[in-house]
C-alpha cells in the first residue's frame, strides 16, 4: 500500500477525534457551519490541500487539472526530486509550474493518448469526477485488490458518460463507496470544487474501516525457529519528518500521539487520561541509568505542560516539564491522576519555543534550559528503564487554537 496508508494507520485516530489545524489553516470563508468544514481543516492540517495567501480557501472554486495533480503528490506523501524526470505530456513541458506534480503523480491520474500515440494531460482543463475516482482507487491500491464488477455502473442513468477506459475504474470506487452518485446519477463528467476535493480525500483516507470476514484458522503446524531480536539503538535522534513514529513504541503509550507538520503530540478519547506517554526503543540494557535527553518544547497558547520523562516503569515515571514560569520536575504515579509529586523546580519565563536537557547519571537528574544549566536533585530511587516524551492532557485539549507540540528529540548514553 502506498506511503500515505501508513500514515494514517499511526494517525487516523490522532487526526479524527480533534480537528488538529494551525492558526494558518483557519479560512475566512471556511465557517463553521461550512458542510465541508472538518474535511477543508483536516486536510489543509495535513498539508494536502492549502488556502491562499489572503486567508481564503475559496472552497467553491473549481480544480484543475494541474491543481490536481499537485494535491496528489500531497496525499501521496511523494518526495519531489527535479533530477532524471522526463517529459511525458506535450502539453505540460518543463518550464511548466506544474511539470514535476503531474510527472511524480502519473501514476494516479488520467490522460489523453492521440490516435499518433502522443500523450496529452490538458492541465488548464477542469478535473471532473471520474478523475478523482481513479485516483482514489489507485492511490489505496483498490485496482490491486478488487475485480471490478462492471454491473454495478448500470445503477447510475448517466453510467455511458464514464470514460471506457475509466469504467473498471469507476466500478470498483463504487463497490467500495469511495464516491457515491445522487438521485441514481454518478455525475463522471461534472467538475470538482476544492470543498469536494477535499471531503472525498478525507472520506477516502481518514475513514476507511477494516472489512472483518469470519475465517477457519489452518491446521497447526511447527513453528519456525525464532529469529533473532533487533538490534536496539543506544542513541537516537528524531526531527519527526516521517510520519510513522518508528523510533516510538505507539503500542505501549498512553494517549494516541501523531506528527502533525513535523512536530509531535498527542489526543486522547478517554476523558479520564491526565498524562501522556510516548516510551523510546533503546537498548535498556546498555547503561540504563546513565543518558542525556532533549527535546523542543513549542508551545502556541497554552502554558506548556509538556517534556520528557524517564525511570518509567509500570505505568509510574518521573517527568520534566515547563510551565508557564517554571521547570517542573515531578513523580506520576497514575496517567489517570491530575495529580502528581513535585520534587524541585527552578524559575524560567516561558518562551514560544524552549530547548529542554535532561542528563541522568546514577541517582541524579541535573535539568538544562536553552544549553543553560537550571536546576538538579540527587538521590533518586531509579528503578525504571522507560523514557521519551511526555505531556499534559491540558498542553492540547483545547486545540487547534491552543497546542503544545514537541521537536528536535535527542537521546544518547553518556559515562
Known amino acids: 500500500m502506498k506511503r500515505v496508508l501508513s500514515f494514517i494507520v499511526a494517525m487516523v485516530m490522532f487526526?479524527?477525534?480533534v480537528p488538529f489545524v494551525s492558526a494558518s489553516s483557519t479560512f475566512s470563508d471556511v465557517p463553521r457551519n461550512h458542510w465541508a468544514y472538518k474535511e477543508i481543516q483536516t486536510m489543509a492540517s495535513l498539508g494536502i490541500i492549502k488556502g491562499y495567501e489572503d486567508g481564503k480557501f475559496r472552497p467553491n472554486n473549481l480544480v484543475t487539472r494541474a491543481e490536481f495533480a499537485k494535491i496528489m503528490i500531497a496525499a501521496a506523501g511523494v518526495d519531489i526530486h527535479s533530477q532524471k524526470v522526463s517529459q511525458t505530456f506535450q502539453d505540460v513541458?518543463?518550464?511548466h509550474w506544474a511539470f514535476y506534480y503531474v510527472e511524480y503523480a502519473k501514476p494516479y491520474l488520467t490522460g489523453y493518448k492521440s490516435d499518433s500515440g502522443k500523450y496529452t494531460y490538458k492541465p488548464d482543463q477542469y478535473a471532473v469526477r471520474e478523475d478523482i475516482a481513479v485516483a482514489l482507487v489507485r492511490l489505496l491500491g483498490y485496482d490491486q485488490t478488487y475485480k471490478a464488477d462492471l454491473d454495478v455502473l448500470k445503477r447510475f442513468r448517466d453510467h455511458n458518460q464514464v470514460s471506457p477506459?475509466?469504467?473498471?475504474?469507476?466500478a470498483i470506487s463504487i463497490q467500495t463507496e469511495l464516491m457515491k452518485g445522487s438521485n441514481n446519477y454518478y455525475r463522471p463528467q461534472d467538475a470538482i470544487t476544492r470543498a469536494e476535493a477535499a471531503s472525498l480525500l478525507f472520506r477516502a483516507l481518514l475513514e476507511q474501516k477494516d472489512?472483518?470476514?469470519k475465517v477457519v484458522f489452518p491446521t497447526p503446524v511447527k513453528p519456525p525457529a525464532p529469529t533473532p531480536e533487533p538490534e536496539l539503538p543506544t542513541s537516537v535522534t528524531d526531527n519527526f519528518s516521517s510520519e510513522n513514529l518508528k523510533n516510538w513504541d505507539t503500542d505501549k503509550a498512553t494517549g494516541t500521539w501523531g506528527v502533525v507538520l513535523n512536530q509531535v503530540t498527542a489526543v486522547t478519547k478517554d476523558r479520564k487520561l491526565e498524562h501522556f506517554f510516548l516510551p523510546l526503543i533503546w537498548d535498556e540494557k546498555a547503561n540504563k541509568h546513565r543518558y542525556e535527553?532533549?527535546?523542543d518544547v513549542n508551545v502556541d497558547g497554552t502554558s506548556g505542560l509538556g517534556g520528557l520523562y524517564f525511570n518509567g516503569k509500570d505505568g509510574e515515571a518521573h517527568v520534566v516539564f515547563l510551565n508557564k514560569d517554571r521547570v517542573v520536575l515531578a513523580r506520576v504515579a497514575d496517567a489517570k491522576d491530575d495529580d502528581y509529586d513535585v520534587l524541585a523546580s527552578g524559575s524560567y519565563k516561558l518562551r514560544s519555543s524552549n530547548k529542554l536537557k535532561i542528563v541522568v547519571k546514577d541517582d541524579s537528574v541535573s535539568i538544562y534550559l536553552n544549553n543553560q544549566y537550571l536546576f538538579g536533585q540527587q538521590?533518586?530511587?531509579?528503578n525504571g528503564s522507560e523514557v521519551g516524551l511526555y505531556l499534559q492532557k491540558a498542553a492540547t485539549e483545547d486545540s487547534p487554537r491552543k497546542l503544545t507540540t514537541l521537536d528536535n528529540f535527542s537521546f544518547k548514553l553518556v559515562k
Open 165 to 170: 477506459a475509466l469504467r473498471p475504474y469507476i
Open 293 to 295: 535527553m532533549s527535546v
Open 15 to 17: 487526526v479524527t477525534i
Open 379 to 382: 538521590k533518586l530511587k531509579l
Open 211 to 213: 472489512d472483518e470476514t
Open 93 to 95: 513541458p518543463r518550464n
